[in-house]
Each structure stands twice: as structure tokens, then as C-alpha cells.
């Protein structure tokens, strides 16, 4: 039985580190909890302005307003692996141009009534929408995916 004990203590070693290691996937940074947290208030809060087609076009801009505010909160935070870090700000550049390309798109609607203009801009925004999904999805705030008015 000696000859074993040693044998038995590594497994129960290796066992109890498999064992923490598989709850590990399940709990996510400080840094990605704060960025969800902030996601979910941006979210509440563009949903407070209402839709355009119940509020009108005008409301656009103030949204942009709001995911600009996001991005720049998002870029404040500090903390975290310089992995996350990157991550971070890959995030907060990607919100800062969607909403940049919203605001675009806004301004053209204003200026020519055209709304295929419109549309092609918002188009063109949501490359940076996709980026920042991914950038959200890899720190595991993928609150920060959920649009505003989604019911699911």
C-alpha cells in the first residue's frame, strides 16, 4: 500500500486541479463584469429614448450621444490582463465608430431626406458593430451584444 500512496496523492492532486479548472469557464474578469454592467445601463437608457418610429429620426443622435458616452466609459476602465486590456479598448474603438457611423448617417437623413442614403451609412456602421460583438463576446460581456429593443 506504500508503494501507492504517492500514486494515489497525485491523482487526488491532479483531480482537485481539473476539478477548479473546469468552474474557471464559468466566472468571468472583473473588467468584463464591469463592462457588461455598463452595456446593460447603455442599453436601458436607448431604450428609454424610444424608437424612431415612435419618437422620430431625431432620437438617432441622442442614442449616437449615448453609445459614445459608452465607448468612453468603457475605455476609462482599468484593470484586468493586458489581454483584456486590449480587448478593452479594441471594444471601446469599435462602439466609438458604430456610434460615430450613426451619428453620420443621422446628419445625412437631415441634410438630403434621402433614406437610402441613411441606410447605406447605417450599412456601413455595422462592420464596427461586428467588431465590437466579437471584442464583447472574446472579453465574455456579451451583454454588450444585446440591442436595445431586443426581446430576446
Known amino acids: ?34 463592462v457588461a454592467a455598463l452595456c446593460d445601463e447603455a442599453r436601458l437608457d436607448v431604450e428609454a429614448l424610444g424608437l424612431p418610429s415612435e419618437t422620430g429620426i431625431a432620437v438617432i443622435r441622442p442614442w449616437a450621444n449615448r453609445g459614445t458616452k459608452l465607448a468612453k466609459d468603457i475605455r476609462a476602465l482599468g ?23 450613426l451619428r453620420l448617417g443621422h446628419t445625412i437623413y437631415e441634410q438630403t431626406r434621402s433614406s437610402e442614403a441613411y441606410a447605406q451609412t447605417i450599412e456601413r456602421a455595422k462592420a464596427f458593430q461586428a467588431d465590437a460583438d466579437a471584442a464583447a463576446t472574446e472579453l465574455g460581456a456579451t451583454e454588450c451584444t444585446r440591442r436595445p429593443f431586443d426581446e430576446s
Open 1 to 34: 500500500m506504500l508503494g501507492r500512496s504517492p500514486i494515489v496523492l497525485v491523482l487526488v492532486v491532479l483531480l482537485g486541479v481539473v476539478a477548479a479548472g473546469c468552474g474557471g469557464d464559468d466566472e468571468r474578469s472583473d473588467v468584463a463584469e464591469q
Open 79 to 101: 484593470g484586468g490582463s493586458e489581454s483584456e486590456q486590449e480587448t478593452v479598448d479594441a471594444l471601446a474603438t469599435a462602439l466609438d465608430e458604430y456610434y460615430a457611423g
